[in-house]
């Protein structure tokens, strides 16, 4: 059979009996809201559900052999070209199409958790190594080191190898310290500071340092 065309204006659910196109190849019309927004769109008739008004059509995937299923609503569908089967079929005395289409697997729902664990875990890392509140010449200096060392944010510092801190906001070579050394000099700013607004608060002088 060579391809047919259907045009509707008032929507694909208008055409009858669309489940007989089951396994066959169709080119869809859409609209896509705006004028002069008609794109066509071509596959297998997949799965057709007349409760939800929607068609689904196998495309070729990227991949040989592969392929990608596409939800279509019917009330998309402007127009309807009509191909031919897959393969050929001796004719069917009820008028129905032979069922050619591969049946749907069973899915195993334990890889897919593991698949899903791994995206978010993938994803928590690749967020972890964008910086908060620092500047792109930064972000570059933290892919840059990135690429041949282990580095991590600590607010706006970088950390490399666990052990060396690099600060900002210049994140010169001059200012690299040692993370523990940084830590301890962070704490003796943090006692620094707890004392003076102490002393302020009660009158008495801080002790010389």
């Not at 729902?109 to 593991?114: E, F, G, H, Q």
Request: charged share 20%.
């Amino acid at each position: 059979m060579g391809p047919q065309t259907s045009s509707n204006q008032a929507g694909f659910p208008s055409i009858r009996n669309i489940g007989l196109l089951l396994g066959w190849s169709v080119k869809f019309k859409l609209n896509e809201g705006a004028a002069g927004g008609d794109r066509w769109v071509e596959g297998m008739i997949w799965c057709y559900d007349s409760i939800a008004g929607a068609v689904i059509l196998q495309c070729p995937g990227t991949i040989k052999g592969r392929h990608t299923y596409r939800m279509i609503k019917v009330n998309q569908i402007k127009d309807l070209q009509v191909g031919s089967l897959l393969e050929p079929h001796p004719p069917n005395p009820s008028g129905m199409i032979p069922k050619i289409l591969e049946p749907v697997r069973p899915i195993n729902v334990t890889a897919i958790a593991m698949r899903e664990n791994a995206a978010v875990l993938a994803d928590d890392a690749r967020r972890a190594r964008i910086g908060h509140g620092v500047s792109r010449w930064a972000q570059e200096i933290f892919d840059a080191l990135g690429k041949t060392l282990p580095v991590r944010w600590h607010q706006t510092s970088i950390i490399i190898l666990d052990d060396v801190l690099l600060p900002g906001p210049f994140y010169r070579s001059e200012d690299v310290k040692m993370e523990l050394e940084a830590r301890n000099a962070a704490s003796a700013t943090t006692t620094a500071t707890s004392t003076s607004s102490s002393s302020t608060a009660t009158g008495t002088p801080a002790p010389a340092s």
